[in-house]
Each structure stands twice: as C-alpha cells, then as structure tokens.
C-alpha cells in the first residue's frame, strides 16, 4: 500500500523557518519527479517545489531563494526547507508526484504563520 506521510509544519514566526519531511512507503520516491504543493481553503493545491529523478529541482517564483526541496533515497523521503517565511505561505503542505497520476494524497503539514 502506497502511502505519503509529511511532518515537520507547526507555527512560526515571520522570518523564521521550518522543515518539512515527506516520508514514502509501498513505493520508491527517486522513480518519480516529487513536488511539494500547498493549498489554502477554498483555493486549489498549487505547485512550489519539484525534484527531477536525477535531483535537478525547480521553484515556484513565489518561494525561489527561500524554500529548499531535497530528497533522501536512503530515508525515501523528501524534505522542504523552508527559510524566511512570510505571511503568505500559511498554508497546508503535500507532496506528491508531479507528472501523471498522482500517488494517494496523504494528510498535509500544517504551517501557519503568527502575527
């Protein structure tokens, strides 16, 4: 049974930074293009971070410079470095494939952000 399960959200201040975990079982990370998407209520679960099969990622213009996607084929898990947070990436975060059917979709990490 696939299944994706992120950790690591909680509540931070502006500025301040969190580290997100993506651990996988039932199937194997590194054979897919991996993204982390974040989604607010009410509005669709948008793309920030990919990692390629071969560790080349991508960022979303919007968290470039701050967020870091990494991945341990060791650990079968995906991490989200999140540095200089600010009030607009409260949100929950997922992670999932990026190209074609995505696996089963797990619980999400919170992150929220105080004022």
């Known amino acids: 049974q696939v299944q994706l399960v992120e950790s690591g959200g909680g509540l931070v201040q502006p500025g301040g930074s969190l580290k997100l975990s993506c651990a996988a079982s039932?199937?194997?990370?590194?054979?897919?293009?991996m993204g982390w998407y974040r989604q607010t209520p009410g509005k669709q679960r948008d793309l920030v971070a990919s990692i390629t099969r071969n560790g080349t990622t991508f960022y979303g213009d919007s968290v470039k410079g701050r967020f870091t996607i990494s991945r341990d084929n060791a650990k079968n898990t995906v991490y989200l470095q999140m540095n200089s947070l600010k009030p607009e990436d409260p949100a929950v975060y997922y992670c999932n494939t990026v190209i074609g059917e995505p696996l089963p979709w797990g619980r999400g990490a919170q992150v929220t952000i105080s004022s």
């Open positions: 039932g199937t194997i990370v590194s054979a897919y293009r």
